[in-house]
Nanobody, 124 residues
C-alpha cells in the first residue's frame, strides 16, 4: 500500500526555519516525481516545489525561490523541504504528493498520491 506521511510542521517566528519530512512506504521515492504543496485557509492548494525521479531536477514556485530547498534521501525513502526566512504568508498546511508521471510538475492534477498534511504557522 502506497503511503506518504508528512511531519515537521509547527509554529515558528517570522524569519525562522523549519524542515518538513515526507516519509514514503509502499514505493521508492527515487523512481517517482515528488512534490510539496500548501493550502492556506480559504485559498486553493498551490505547488511549492518538486523533485524529478530521474536526475533530481528541482522546480520551485516563485514565491519560495531562494528560501526553500527540496531534497531526497533515497536510503531513508524520504523527501524533505527545508524552509528558511519564513514569512507569515507561508502559513498553510503542507502536503507531499507522488506522481506516476515522469515529469516533475507543480500542478495538483498531476499527482496521484497524497499525504495527510502537516500545519505550518509563521507568527510572532
Amino acid at each position: 500500500q502506497l503511503q506518504l506521511v508528512e511531519s515537521g510542521g509547527g509554529l515558528v517566528q517570522p524569519g525562522g526555519s523549519l524542515r518538513l519530512s515526507c516519509a514514503a512506504s509502499g514505493f521508492l521515492v527515487e523512481y517517482y516525481p515528488i512534490a510539496w504543496f500548501r493550502q492556506a485557509p480559504g485559498k486553493e492548494r498551490e505547488g511549492v516545489s518538486c523533485i524529478s525521479s530521474s536526475d533530481g531536477r528541482t522546480v520551485y514556485a516563485d514565491s519560495v525561490k531562494g528560501r526553500f530547498t527540496i531534497s531526497r534521501d533515497n536510503a531513508k525513502n524520504t523527501v524533505y523541504l527545508r524552509m528558511n526566512s519564513l514569512k507569515p504568508e507561508d502559513t498553510a498546511v503542507y502536503y507531499c504528493a507522488a506522481s506516476i508521471a515522469s515529469d516533475p510538475s507543480l500542478e495538483v492534477f498531476d499527482y496521484d498520491y497524497w499525504g495527510q498534511g502537516t500545519p505550518v504557522t509563521v507568527s510572532s
